[in-house]
């Protein structure tokens, strides 16, 4: 099996030309033809994951985060991106992303965030398909509502702006999806799911409010996605997930 062989599979998920413009997404790290016995898959591509790669025989890694988004001035130990790229490289492990262009495709990240808030009749806000708006079985108050997010996503706090009387329409938008507020609420959302939320998006029109749930707490049911997409291509092939239970570079106390 070539590295080719395996991002194939991933890319008839989720082409890389439905990637943003900005996006870096595809093979980082490596050659298409390389040699691939077991692959690993997680969140973000950090040093740990490298080194768990190397202690599993693993010479694929594929997350959702790309390890380089612009050029590196240096490749060196001492630096979080650099060090990872000098391990990889070292050890011939390749390093795959799929990032955007999984955050559009369908059964990707968005879908997937609609799917955990059990919203009906949910459509993409536009043709980007980056932000979602759908309704909940039953309308909620706000604080109800905060509390439901809580519980589907496995929250310990969650930020937002003032809970508003009822909500019924949510949108939605992974990752760092505030831009798409002021459309979300145009189109008649009463709450809108993203997060990364800047102070000034929490100033919200009367009547609408806008929940901050985490970036990767957003974006990380990808990582069992990419595993099932994968095992059902190839079953016997060993596909492994990363044993860190949470890699979320933010911590809440």
């Excluded at 309704?135 to 997010?149: I, M, N, Q």
């Excluded at 009547?207 to 970036?215: E, P, S």
Aim: aromatic share 8%; with cysteine; proline share 5%.
């Amino acid at each position: 099996m070539q590295v080719k062989d395996i991002t194939a599979i991933l890319e008839a998920f989720a082409p890389l030309r439905d990637q943003e413009n900005w996006d870096n997404a595809g093979l980082c790290v490596g050659s298409p033809d390389d040699e691939v016995h077991r692959v690993l898959v997680g969140f973000d591509c950090t040093r740990q994951l490298v080194e768990e790669a190397v202690r599993l025989g693993a010479d694929l890694i594929v997350t959702h985060h790309p390890l380089i988004f612009s050029g590196l001035k240096r490749i060196a130990p001492d630096d979080p991106v650099g060090s990872a790229v000098y391990l990889a490289i070292r050890h011939g492990i390749a390093v795959y992303a799929a990032h955007t262009n999984a955050d559009k495709a369908a059964g990707g990240v968005n879908e997937l965030m609609v799917r955990r808030l059990g919203l009906v009749e949910a459509e993409p806000l536009d043709e980007s398909r980056l932000a979602f708006a759908g309704h909940l079985p039953e309308p909620l108050s706000g604080e109800d509502f905060c509390a439901l997010v809580k519980a589907r996503f496995g929250l310990k706090v969650l930020r937002c702006s003032a809970p508003v009387g009822t909500v019924r329409s949510v949108a939605t938008s992974c990752g760092a999806g505030s831009g798409f507020a002021r459309q979300a609420f145009e189109a008649g959302a009463d709450a809108f799911v993203t997060g990364d939320v800047s102070y000034h998006h929490f100033f919200v029109p009367d009547g609408r409010m806008i929940v901050d749930i985490g970036h990767f707490e957003s974006e990380v049911d990808i990582v069992a996605k990419f595993v099932s997409v994968l095992q059902e291509k190839l079953p016997t092939f060993a596909v492994c997930t990363t044993t860190q239970e949470n890699n979320n570079p933010i911590y809440y106390y």
